[in-house]
């Protein structure tokens, strides 16, 4: 079965470093997303990402935060300048259609710590 | 805004034992409904959804039936498994609104021997 594929699956990075976590969404999908679950709380959604370009993004996006598809089968967040509070398992996943029903495929995560 | 409500957890079970983790929703409008399972050190993965009203999505022995009138979406199993053993997340979301899926906070089931 195709699946969503993450790296790292786990990054310790230095406060105000940046990051980048790197995603391979299924290969005939065309929406993007980027979801995060601090230790103990909801996952929450961050950032959708359609025909190479943002379609929806949370309050949580800010401008320390980037998405990026630079290649045909790639999808990235970068985080600029990371805070203590960016500690989180952040999942990438993907879709067919962007129709609520439709299944969204979810990668096993890759969990950023900040110290 | 739209939210999610899921019992807390941790649920421990014996195995063959009767499962039910409570969703409850507030939303506005019609939205779709989805309970997701995550494995120890894997992703999450669909497990059911439902899309309408009395709806009854299933999977795996699971499921679960959209009720308009509760707003609710409860999990249910009629006998677990060890290998049931996971992190269950309820989530819906709206047509229109693209996937962009609202988690409840995860209910963890533990079932043992």
């Known amino acids: 079965e195709p699946e969503v594929t993450q790296t790292p699956s786990h990054q310790v990075t230095q406060m105000g470093q940046e990051v980048i976590l790197r995603c391979v969404p299924i290969?005939?999908?065309?929406?993007f997303y980027w979801y995060r679950q601090i230790l103990g709380q909801k996952v929450e959604f961050l950032v959708s990402?359609?025909?190479?370009?943002?379609?929806?993004k949370s309050e949580i996006f800010d401008d320390q935060f980037s998405v990026e598809r630079p290649d045909g089968s790639n999808f990235t967040l970068k985080i600029r300048s990371t805070k203590l509070e960016d500690s989180a398992m952040y999942f990438c996943?993907?879709?067919?259609?962007?129709?609520?029903?439709?299944?969204?495929?979810f990668g096993e995560g890759s969990w950023l710590t900040v110290v | 805004g739209n939210s999610v409500t899921q019992m807390e957890g941790p649920v421990t079970l014996s195995e063959e034992a009767f499962l039910t983790i409570n969703c409850t929703y507030t939303a506005t409008g019609y939205p779709s409904l989805f309970w997701y399972v995550q494995y120890p050190g894997e992703g999450l993965q669909l497990l059911l959804k439902?899309?309408?009203?009395?709806d009854k999505g299933s999977n795996k022995g699971f499921e679960a039936t959209y009720r308009k009138e509760t707003t609710s979406f409860h999990l249910e199993k009629g006998s677990v498994q060890v290998s049931d053993s996971a992190v269950y997340f309820c989530?819906?979301?709206?047509?229109?609104?693209?996937?962009?899926?609202?988690f409840g906070t995860g209910t963890q089931l533990k079932v043992e021997l």
């Open positions: 439902a899309t309408k009203a009395d």
């Open positions: 990402f359609y025909n190479n370009e943002i379609s929806e």
């Open positions: 996943a993907s879709s067919g259609q962007a129709l609520s029903g439709n299944t969204i495929y």
């Open positions: 290969s005939n999908h065309l929406y």
């Open positions: 989530a819906l979301s709206f047509p229109g609104g693209g996937n962009k899926l609202t």
